[in-house]
Nanobody, 119 residues
Framework: QVQLVESGGGLVQAGGSLRLSCAASGSAFSINVMGWYRQAPGKERELVAVTARDGSTTFADSAKGRFTISRDNAKNTVNLQMDNLVPEDTAVYYC?????????????WGQGTLVTVSS
């Protein structure tokens, strides 16, 4: 069994920063793409930033220039540094990983961590 555990959400004022962390645990697996999505109240879940095993990254337009994603392949962790936060960033943030295990790929989600940005 593989699971993702997130940490780092919370309440911050506009213009502030937060760092989200996610760690994958389990046995006999590898991770291809790993990153973060978010879902605001009344909206669909959307990509924030993801990174592939080779270090390539994809960011939502809203995250470019403000968010940084980093990954440690050896530790199976991914971090999202969020700077210059705005109230529109308020959402539940989910860690996601494309897992390869026992000859099969599957997408795994964390439990979510709430980020609230006050104006």
């Amino acid at each position: 069994q593989v699971q993702l555990v997130e940490s780092g959400g919370g309440l911050v004022q506009a213009g502030g920063s937060l760092r989200l962390s996610c760690a994958a645990s389990g046995s006999a697996f590898s991770i291809n793409v790993m990153g973060w999505y978010r879902q605001a109240p009344g909206k669909e879940r959307e990509l924030v930033a993801v990174t592939a095993r080779d270090g390539s990254t994809t960011f939502a337009d809203s995250a470019k220039g403000r968010f940084t994603i980093s990954r440690d392949n050896a530790k199976n962790t991914v971090n999202l540094q969020m700077d210059n936060l705005v109230p529109e960033d308020t959402a539940v943030y989910y860690c996601s990983a494309l897992i390869f295990r026992a000859g099969t790929y599957f997408k795994l989600w964390g439990q979510g961590t709430l980020v609230t940005v006050s104006s």
